[in-house]
């Protein structure tokens, strides 16, 4: 299983990215639970967003209103659309995939994670 992250990038207080996660590896890639998780230097990896197989989402309270999840299953790939982002969004952000359908914003439950991309956010 492989996670391709990308999109991060440099913006001010108030702009918009949106990040990607290519899949590839899965045997049926519709029936887990996708997830984008974030670290920020000196703290721990924190869930984002989360989206099941029949596209139920869930936000943490810090991105909800600002954020949105969503997946093109045709393409086997995860989005992340951040708009008005905050100085305190800045942080690696990754793609995450669960074992199965079940999501949860722990990063413990996490089964496969793609590498980090930087999102840094200035005043």
């Known amino acids: 299983v492989q996670l391709v992250t990308s999109g991060g990038g440099s913006v001010q207080a108030g702009g918009s990215l949106r990040l990607s996660c290519a899949q590839s590896?899965?045997?049926?890639?519709?029936?887990?639970?996708m997830a984008w998780f974030r670290q920020a230097p000196g703290k721990e990896r924190e869930g984002v967003a989360t989206?099941?197989?029949?596209?139920?989402?869930f936000y943490a309270s810090s991105v909800k209103g600002r954020f949105t999840i969503s997946k093109d299953n045709a393409k086997n790939t995860l989005y992340l659309q951040m708009n008005n982002l905050k100085p305190e969004d800045t942080a690696l952000y990754y793609c995450?995939?669960?074992?199965?359908?079940?999501?949860?914003?722990?990063?413990?439950?996490?089964?496969?994670w793609g590498q980090g991309t930087q999102v840094s956010v200035s005043s």
């Open positions: 989206i099941d197989s029949h596209g139920t989402t």
């Open positions: 590896g899965y045997t049926s890639n519709q029936d887990r639970c």
């Open positions: 995450a995939a669960f074992g199965d359908n079940l999501c949860f914003l722990m990063a413990r439950m996490v089964r496969y």
